[in-house]
């Protein structure tokens, strides 16, 4: 069986010694108060109840799954995961980073960031169900009326209801445009919903009392395509006015998926049967509404693989510690033993050294740009909070399909370092693989990712935001160009910083005269431009572990630190001289291909 | 549902048109008389068998797995199974490429490899029963006694007996040397065997009437390590003197394991409590022995890697044609319909081209290589069988870890196309890339593969056979080097053999001084040897396909080779680029981390 432990040492040294987050806070006002030790605190105990709470339900919770009452529409979720939930509410979790004008505790996002990285590592499906609920919090607090507010906020902040998303349909995920879901208004200004919705993460469960769906529905006299997409609260249960349950909405579950992973969340198809809800924001702007929720879904799911990369990593890293088998190439390193434990084998620190570097640079960048994310809400300085926007926006395409991408080639080389014990459920390390998969899919797959970026967020502006971070770069490199022991991270990173800005000006002229240019380079684009941020925060992490060893600190985190820098650079991040080589490569040898496809 | 339709013309282009089978065949005397037609003749059968009879099983036979009685030890395996097996073996199949003295049909290698191939298409876990068998019947066939041959044979050559590879113990796997099951001499000649073994695939069921396990085991005056390890033939029931079923011997099913995929074979824990055994082979030479099967099995674990690509493309191929989401970057191509068929789309068609390109490119080594085979076992010309040899044995571990490699990727990629329907069981998609994951770990993890392959195939000989390898390239070369619509093709494989050969020699010396070194490139050099092999045989597909496209053929098969050969030369084969540098990057990196992996 597996298990895991919080890397509190490693959060705490990407938030307090790398990007000082207090000093951050400090400018604030909603967060001037808090320091290092509540912090720390906070993530300690969020860490406890992960690894204590929630991970031991994560290999029952994949065997047992979610279970449909065909006759009540109800759900069972696997034993214990109800429990747990009111642990959790108990806890005041789900309040942690929620606004105190609704019950929240008002703590900045970058706190909740590490705790959900944690309940990831502890078990994804489980974690699903706050998690969709916390955006659906977002985007009511962002864009629902005052009445929609008083009503479902509350309940939602203390996680005594819970919420979803309803987007997809049987006929259109990506491409929202198609949905056909209506709703019709009614005389007392709600609106009765009638479709179907499938793929809808923890869209029905026994944990809570109520579930708020956010649905995307068309009015009737809605424009074609994603102009003409409305998003609705529609409550699973009425709410009275008193605030109590009123009686049960016409929107049910019509059936479990079966699925490859996440088997504790139950992913629901959704039928909306004359459902009554209440239109959130303006009509025909629900798919800007739902993007408040999409981008903090998307920061999410590469939250969630670099979750499950942690876990994946600890018990790789234990089981090549114990597991002997073969002697080392240079001479027997256990001479007592018949074998030598297999962590002596080149290849199997390779493979544990990608998990360990994918986790640290995803956990450095998912907190830097969550702490972007805290600056673009709470910062008193309007420019600061529209550059962290901006930033924010850049990012979010690389933390969904870079990390993700990282999480699957990092959970398979985790699970391959078991050897035949990896494919056997009981090891539970086929289980982080498969759960990881769909992190690559959801919420906008990679490829869609690639293109926001690309497309949108890099040529859309031509290049403004690239530029911007270019300087954050451009910064590091000025400071540290003359220190010849931070030139092994520095170098790589200028360079392809070079290389980059003329690719993006080269793909953006292609582009200008034959779009699917962009479309064929996306994907590679999008993984150099994820090495060039990492890069930069692995640099950063190796600045501050220089200073400190420069400095007598004899503390081995900093060693550890350097060596796994030296190894991202060394094993990871060249993979950019083939991105950019096949980047180049342009479109026609995929266009051209109809004969190949026919 | 998935479907499948066995890829005939890609076979028959491969086997006639690229390799000239029947030509190589008729220096053989046991396979002189075969022509283009018989062999087109029993391939289409084989198809039709694969895709009609053994296909519909393989999502039931996934969703019922194996079920063991612990009363009986008898294993049931999934509904259809058994039947399908009887037809298999009513229609010859298992005889198929089997020596005629023992009931076999004699057919060449290379004819069994694409019905392989297809059956493994149709259901990887259904496949590996015969394939086991097979195996095992190699193994006898090679080192049995003249006893063992009669009684064995003629049963695994019809398939109303199946057999096993028994290796594996719990705390050993890739270092056998470490096993501890013991055959105690008997005074009789036979030997009773006690010990536990695991991951026995196709271990027990409920097909065969008897199943002939062929395990390692140790004499009691055996020496410590892989020199003292012995191979016997342990049936499920002894057999009688006049053929018929004895005794039930104590070799028994303790257990099934809970896997990742593949669900529908039987990976069982075997327990041997004082069973009779005879010996094969020579004592304590057990490995060589069993390497005969275990090198059969290593092409055998690239098939069904293959396998499980092409069908994989096909299923996300068609998807692609059918379902509409978003338009076109270059603007509306389905004009009458609201949105596009997503092969419109740059990176939809640059993951299927993936998928299509390494099935093709696997099924040109996989056939090349089995040609080779027949050479090594049936030629007349003594050095033709040792040079065949040489060349089967430097391209097993490719065959084996990059064609699972490649598998991994591809099928990954045709999941992804499907968007959250690949996610979906029902899809069919998401188990190929569970069937598959296994290929990358038994029979010798990839990492092993590699070693393999760079310490001992290349470096063990000084180069000697990569060079014999590197003169066909050479050949291959000389001939079109001055042909311009050659030189896509022919200057990446000119270039990458230059580098190669360059890079062999440095890793050579770098390993000498220390071993560490090769275990740090290994992986690495194997994926670059692979894009070498790949790329040579692209460029001889390729050829074909420009000479009869120049001579007027209008088969649009030619037109669709060339595009595939570019994409693979465009995207695919400059992986080498990042390869080389970190095979250069050496093991430093990997083996100064002791901090990091603390």
Chains 1, 2 share one sequence.
Not at 205 to 227: C, E, T, W
Not at 423 to 452: P, V
Request: glycine letters at 10%; one cysteine or more.
């Amino acid at each position: 069986m597996p298990a895991y432990t919080p890397p509190l040492r490693d959060m705490q040294f990407v938030l307090h010694e790398v990007l000082h987050v207090t000093d951050e806070l400090k400018a604030m006002p909603a967060h001037a108060d808090i320091d290092v030790d509540t912090i720390n605190a906070v993530i300690e105990e969020g860490g406890k109840f992960a690894a204590e709470v929630i991970f031991p339900l994560n290999i029952s919770g994949d065997e047992e799954g979610c279970v449909l009452d065909k006759t009540t529409h109800e759900v069972k979720t696997p034993t214990g995961f109800k429990d747990a939930y009111a642990k959790y509410v108990e806890g005041g979790w789900a309040a942690l980073s929620c606004d105190p004008q609704y019950g929240g505790q008002g703590l900045p996002f970058v706190v909740n960031q590490c705790i959900y990285e944690m309940l990831n590592s502890a078990n994804q499906a489980w974690t699903m169900y706050p998690g969709l609920s916390h955006g659906a919090y977002e985007a009511l607090a962002a864009h629902g009326t005052d009445t929609q507010k008083t009503t479902y906020l509350p309940k939602l902040v203390s996680g005594e209801w819970t919420g979803t998303m309803c987007l997809t349909e049987p006929h259109c995920g990506t491409d929202l445009g198609l949905l056909r879901t209506k709703a019709e208004p009614q005389a007392d200004g709600t609106y009765r919903l009638t479709g179907n919705k499938i793929f809808i993460s923890a869209g029905e469960h026994d944990m809570a009392a109520n579930i708020i769906h956010l649905v995307l529905a068309r009015l009737p006299d809605a424009p074609k395509g994603s102009k003409g997409i409305s998003l609705f609260a529609v409550p699973k249960f009425n709410v009275n006015a008193d605030g109590s349950l009123g009686s049960r909405n016409p929107i049910y579950c019509g059936g479990l998926e079966h699925k490859m992973g996440i088997h504790g969340n139950a992913t629901a198809q959704i039928v909306i049967d004359g459902a009554v809800g209440t239109l959130v924001g303006q009509p025909h702007k629900g798919l800007a509404a739902m993007f408040v929720m999409m981008n903090a879904a998307r920061l999410g799911v590469g939250n969630q693989s670099l979750g499950l990369t942690e876990v994946a990593y600890q018990n790789a890293l234990a089981y090549a510690k114990d597991r002997t088998q073969m002697r080392s190439l240079t001479g027997p390193k256990a001479k007592d033993k018949d074998a030598d434990p297999i962590i002596v084998h080149p290849d199997v620190r390779k493979m544990l050294l990608t998990a360990k570097a994918y986790a640290e640079g995803g956990r450095a960048l998912q907190i830097w740009c969550t702490l972007l994310l805290d600056k673009e809400h709470s910062h008193p300085d309007e420019k600061v909070r529209k550059d962290s926007g901006e930033l924010v926006a850049l990012l979010t395409p690389i933390v969904k399909a870079f990390i993700t991408d990282n999480g699957h080639v990092s959970t398979n080389a985790c699970m391959q370092v078991f050897g035949g014990h990896g494919f056997i459920k009981e090891w539970g390390m086929e289980q982080f693989t498969r759960d990881n998969r769909i992190n690559l899919i959801y919420e906008g797959t990679n490829t869609i990712q690639s293109l926001d970026l690309l497309g949108r967020k890099i040529l859309g502006n031509n290049g403004a935001t690239l530029k911007k971070f270019g300087k954050l770069v451009g910064a590091l490199v000025a400071e540290e160009g003359v220190n010849e022991k931070m030139s092994e991270f520095i170098t790589p990173i200028a360079v392809l910083g070079e290389q980059l800005t003329k690719f993006t000006t080269e793909i953006g002229f292609k582009g200008f005269q034959n779009p699917d240019e962009v479309g064929a380079a996306a994907v590679d684009y999008l993984r150099v431009a994820g090495h060039f941020v990492f890069g930069y925060l692995f640099a950063r992490m190796a600045q501050v572990a220089l200073r400190e060893i420069a400095a007598g600190n004899t503390d081995a985190f900093y060693l550890a630190k350097l060596q796994t820098a030296r190894f991202y650079f060394a094993k990871l991040f060249p993979e950019t001289a083939t991105l950019m080589r096949t980047a180049r490569a342009g479109s026609k040898v995929l266009m051209d291909t109809d004969a190949a496809l026919a």
